[in-house]
């Protein structure tokens, strides 16, 4: 029988499909955080699945708990993972696919993504793809973040789209060579397997949405979706006036040599479209904050998502958008140029689009946040009995303060904008790892000033409870601070400290260090920068600032950051 169709969905169904097919992308989401062994996957939610397009990869749906940066890479891995299928026999009914190839797939090689084709009625419906940051997968470093690598093999194994999943049956060989390139096997099965089983459920979930809605009504609906959010993608460039606005900042250094690196965006709005020109930012460099094009465009799509929130999140997001970012510059590096540190370079691109997008409409724009992850790694082997030899890697990221904005002051130790993921709990670190947090605390006057002050970054200060460990540190903006908007003031740099036979010390490079040893008692010190203001400081209302000292946010003297020009 002949599925009928209407020509246009009405509003209250579509509401209902574009509903549930995030749903299904949800539950995606909290089973991989619910099964997964690693606290980065499980507490901080590293992790995002997503439903793509059968023939050119793009995104169709997405969670709503995941992270957006993924989501938009995962488009290019959905593509690589295509191509190096259509070489072998193409894709296959019961197959899933798995790498972590930065170059094509994007972000870093911690993040394993899988492609699962799904099929209906023997025709390819779509793709449905996983990522997820493991723990450990080889490298030079524990928790592979190494601030001093200088091509890729330093940083982690490398695997380019191969089958973890052949007809059904699990292949043991792949599965061998990944535990052999791991200090964790165990966290790495664990990850694996709740990646799988998410896969799993959605493809459930899924067959019980077609079989209720329809294929072609549901394929309709992705299209008037992905419509949808180009039309208002349309009015919200429309909305802005003409012109070309320009911004730069800078990244403290590559953890190679100490020149700070530029990111640079001229972006041009004519009508309804928006031109975003990277064309000025540096050449890649040979320390790991170089990124690829993949993650150029998805560290844009989090930024716009920003700035137009009720955009339906899909590739329409992108249709009205041009963008010009030339090969071989630290945002479009070539193999093998590393790439752990991606993190801090999207955060970078972040910022300038959103200082940009000020000059055009400051009540729109927010603020720069914190703009760096901060990437710590405390490893080291056990010494306690029963336990004695056994390998522990503590990785975690860190918060900082948001900018503040045309509505109110800016959020005090958030996570960072590329994301929607939470910081891991000290109560969960402390469980799994010998460490003991002795601070984590706001930290006082970090916020820019302005009318609207931005938000508090964080201390955090960990003394080491084993005989002896291994720290390293990937951070930024230890040199330029976030920036305010509208002539708000600044944030605080970003300061890391370390602490050997009493004696504090900080790395040569400010934000990047590895091969720092620890023994017991030895701690730790990470002050994070707070966000950048919004507004002039002399219009910030006087009962705000009375607030403010009574609450500590800052002391008498206010924020201390000079105001944005």
Same mark, same amino acid.
């Given at each position: ?125 779509? #793709? ?272 900082? &303060? #948001?900018?503040?904005?045309? &509505? ?39 916020? &820019? ?117």
């Amino acid at each position: 029988m002949t599925e009928h169709v209407p020509d246009a969905l009405d509003p209250v169904t579509l509401a209902v499909l574009r509903g549930r097919l995030e749903q299904v992308a949800d539950e995606m989401d909290a089973t991989l955080y619910r099964s997964a062994f690693n606290p980065i996957i499980a507490e901080a939610h590293d992790a995002c699945h997503g439903l793509y397009d059968a023939n050119t990869g793009d995104t169709l749906v997405q969670g709503k708990s995941g992270l957006p940066v993924f989501v938009g890479a995962m488009a290019f891995a959905v593509r690589a993972t295509a191509k190096a299928a259509e070489a072998r026999g193409g894709m296959q009914d019961g197959d899933i696919w798995i790498s972590n190839d930065a170059y094509d797939g994007g972000t870093h090689a911690n993040d394993f993504k899988l492609v699962r084709p799904f099929f209906r009625n023997g025709r390819l419906w779509c #793709h449905m793809a996983s990522a997820a940051h493991w723990h450990d997968v080889g490298g030079a470093v524990p928790g592979n973040y190494n601030p001093a690598a200088t091509e890729c093999w330093q940083e982690a194994v490398q695997i380019p789209p191969v089958r973890i999943v052949r007809g059904g049956t699990l292949d043991e060989d792949v599965l061998a060579i990944l535990r052999a390139n791991t200090r964790l096997p165990e966290s790495l099965w664990g990850d694996l397997n709740g990646q799988l089983a998410a896969l799993e459920l959605g493809a459930r979930r899924l067959h019980g949405l077609l079989d209720e809605y329809g294929d072609v009504l549901v394929l309709q609906a992705l299209g008037e979706l992905r419509g949808r959010a180009l039309k208002l993608m349309r009015s919200h460039i429309a909305s802005l006036p003409d012109g070309c606005y320009s911004f730069e900042d800078q990244l403290d250094n590559d953890g190679i040599t100490p020149e700070p690196l530029t990111i640079a965006l001229d972006m041009t709005v004519a009508g309804e479209r928006l031109s975003l020109d990277f064309s000025r930012s540096s050449p890649q460099c040979a320390g790991p904050v170089n990124i690829s094009r993949a993650t150029a465009v998805a560290a844009c799509y989090v930024a716009l998502k920003h700035l137009f929130p009720d955009v339906p999140a899909n590739a329409g997001v992108l249709d009205a958008v041009d963008f010009r970012i030339p090969d071989r510059l630290v945002i479009s590096a070539e193999r093998p140029r590393p790439m752990g540190g991606y993190t801090e370079t999207i955060l970078r691109m972040i910022d300038v689009i959103f200082s940009a997008a000020a000059q055009a409409d400051p009540r729109r724009a927010v603020a720069q946040a914190y703009g760096t992850i901060n990437a710590l790694s405390i490893a080291g082997h056990r010494s306690d009995a029963g336990r004695e030899g056994q390998r522990w890697v503590m990785f975690s990221f860190f918060g900082g &303060g #948001h900018g503040a904005h045309a &509505g109110g002051d800016g959020l005090s130790h958030g996570n960072a904008p590329i994301s929607t993921a939470t910081i891991p709990p000290l109560e969960i670190l402390e469980a799994a790892y010998p460490v003991r947090f002795t601070e984590w605390s706001l930290r006082s006057g970090s916020g &820019g000033d302005g009318q609207y002050r931005g938000g508090l970054g964080a201390v955090y200060e960990i003394e080491l409870l084993e005989k002896d460990a291994e720290v390293f540190v990937f951070g930024e903006r230890g040199s330029s601070p976030p920036k305010g908007i509208a002539g708000g003031g600044a944030g605080a740099l970003n300061v890391f400290r370390y602490q050997n036979a009493g004696a504090w010390h900080v790395p040569p490079m400010v934000s990047k260090m590895r091969g720092i040893r620890l023994v017991r008692g030895d701690r730790v010190r990470l002050e994070t920068p707070g966000g950048g203001g919004w507004g002039p400081p002399a219009e910030r209302a006087r009962e705000a600032r009375e607030r403010d000292r009574a609450m500590g946010y800052v002391g008498d003297e206010g924020t201390g950051q000079e105001s944005e020009a």
